[in-house]
């Protein structure tokens, strides 16, 4: 098989010893509990207080994936039926952003840091939020040495993810050109190239500003990247609504008044299928209709995060490859 191979790749060349991803389990440390009832509150006691696990249920998880994926083969080694991960796209970005915070002149809550590059605004303070010192390691850990850190960086978190998903457990990753190729040699190291299912297009606008500046084709998609573990995978069909033109193809009534149309079966015979009964038309992997926010920002759902997925996104993703969708 043909092999990828980076520097720090492997710890003897020539034996073919490759590194081993760090395995550093950690205790958790619940910061927040969010809407919590009080029975479900005194249930999480109760198990706690018999020396038993606690539930595992909507987590949100705060720190570094090399310490945090270790820490919970524990508890889900072999049990995770979805994984959705969207890691850096090589786009030479930082953590660095810009935010407003709305009469911020007015308030005398507010101290800029001396990290902060102020900015006044007739909307209110805005300021530049550099990177932290975790941010700041996070991506030296990265992007250090170029594709070489990058790519050992991809290996690892693929590795771990693979032990954490149960045998009918699905990955999507969701990347873009500048890495995508090198992902999917990586992820067909990890987990077969039979684990390939598809490469699912999401097409996105880009506004129109920026189309005019580009001396290139204009960039208008992601790709995902959608593997599994094993060939017993569960998958749930996903479908669009019929458009006004295949709606028309029902172009005939029975005594009832039912639309349908005329299917021929393989021995030619006819049978009618019937509108009402149409789940729709069949997603393929090219996937245009999902809005993203280069273009669309008043959904009220946006948070002037640049890397921000739509919710749509992620909930076709969870009922077409999880029991949410049955």
Known sequence: MTEL?????????????????????????????????????????????????????????????????????????????????????????????????????????????????????SSGLSFVKEPSMIEQKAYRDTWGKGLDSYLKWFYDTVVLLRDLLADDGSIYVHLDHHVGHYAKAVLDEVLGMEGFQREIIWSIETASGFKSQVDNWIRSHDILLFYTKTNRFKF??????????TVKRYDKFDESGKAYKLYYNPDKSERRVYLETSKGRPLSSVWHDVIGFQTVNNTGEYLNYPTQKPEALLERIIKASSNEGD
């Open 5 to 121: 191979i980076w520097d720090g790749k492997y710890l003897d060349a020539e034996r073919k010893v490759k590194a081993a991803p760090l395995r550093i389990a950690l205790p958790f440390q619940t910061v927040e509990t969010v809407n919590e009832s009080a029975q479900a509150r005194q249930r999480t006691f109760d198990l706690f207080h018999d020396g038993r696990e606690s539930e595992w249920r909507n987590r949100l998880i705060w720190g570094d994936k090399k310490y945090v994926l270790p820490s919970l083969m524990p508890e889900l080694a072999g049990k995770v039926n979805l994984i959705y991960i969207d890691p850096p796209f090589d786009t030479g970005a930082t953590f660095s952003f810009i935010t407003t915070i709305p009469d911020a002149q007015k308030s005398t809550n507010y101290t800029p840091t001396d990290n902060d590059n102020v900015m006044g605004s």
């Open 236 to 245: 749930n069909k996903q479908f669009l609504n019929l458009d006004e033109r």
